[in-house]
């Protein structure tokens, strides 16, 4: 069964700078998706960047960029320019090419300090 | 329109009542997935619905009752709920569930069963 660890449940960040949220995942699959969501206190799920683990380009969505190391397993989601609506909840998430459910990991609570 | 509307936002109810949650959503997804969120917890997968047919029930307790009576209106029955089935309920679409699409998450309801 695939799984999905984040291992932060939270970090804090001063506005304007970088911070970087570490995702780890576990697969036998060679078709997979990877996505990283934001859920502010509104609590919408806001997707924020996603990855096909057949591309070995790194997505980048304006200030979000993700560093995907598919031989270690690794997905993690690199925010620049740190800004105070930045502050949420972030959910790495894994999804099967063939099964197609969204598996989360646990969270990493993001606070943005100004 | 890509958006999917959740009603009500805040919910209420007796563990006699019977209510219903409603999802909807336009955007042409023909796969509809309810979750439910605990605090501080990422959300858990209830049901999956593809091509308006129940195709994933995660074990999930009969006082929760699933509908899809046509591909953009998805809804949750609830009936002799418990008090530990106060939780964030969120619905989410996608296209079919297969593929590099995200979900699309609504905003969700806050249930409350006292």
């Known amino acids: 069964a695939q799984t999905v660890t984040q291992s932060q449940p939270e970090m804090s960040v001063q506005e304007a700078e970088t911070v970087t949220l570490s995702c780890t995942y576990d697969?036998?699959?060679?078709?997979?998706?990877l996505f990283w969501y934001k859920q502010p206190p509104s609590r919408q799920m806001i997707l924020v960047i996603r990855?096909?683990?057949?591309?070995?380009q790194n997505a980048t969505e304006n200030r979000f960029s993700v560093n995907f190391q598919k031989a270690a397993k690794s997905f993690s989601l690199k925010i620049s320019d740190s800004q105070l609506g930045d502050a949420a909840m972030y959910f790495c998430a894994y999804r099967s090419g063939s099964q197609g459910n969204l598996i989360f990991g646990k969270g990493t609570k993001l606070s943005v300090k100004p | 329109d890509t958006e999917v509307t959740q009603t009500p936002k805040h919910l209420v109810m007796g563990m006699t009542n019977k209510k219903s949650l409603k999802c909807e959503q336009h955007?042409?997804?023909?796969?509809m997935y309810w979750y439910k969120q605990k605090a501080k917890k990422p959300p858990e997968l209830m049901f999956v619905?593809?091509?308006?047919?129940?195709?994933i029930n995660e074990s999930v307790p009969s006082r929760f009752s699933p509908e899809c009576p046509n591909s953009s209106l998805l809804n949750l029955h609830l009936h002799a709920l418990q008090p530990e089935d106060s939780a964030l309920y969120l619905c989410?679409?996608?296209?079919?569930?297969?593929?590099?699409?995200?979900?699309?998450f609504g905003s969700g309801t806050r249930l409350t069963v006292v």
């Open positions: 990855q096909e683990a057949y591309k070995q």
């Open positions: 619905y593809s091509y308006e047919k129940l195709s």
């Open positions: 697969t036998s699959e060679s078709d997979y998706y």
């Open positions: 955007m042409g997804h023909r796969a």
């Open positions: 989410a679409s996608s296209h079919p569930p297969r593929g590099n699409y995200g979900y699309t």
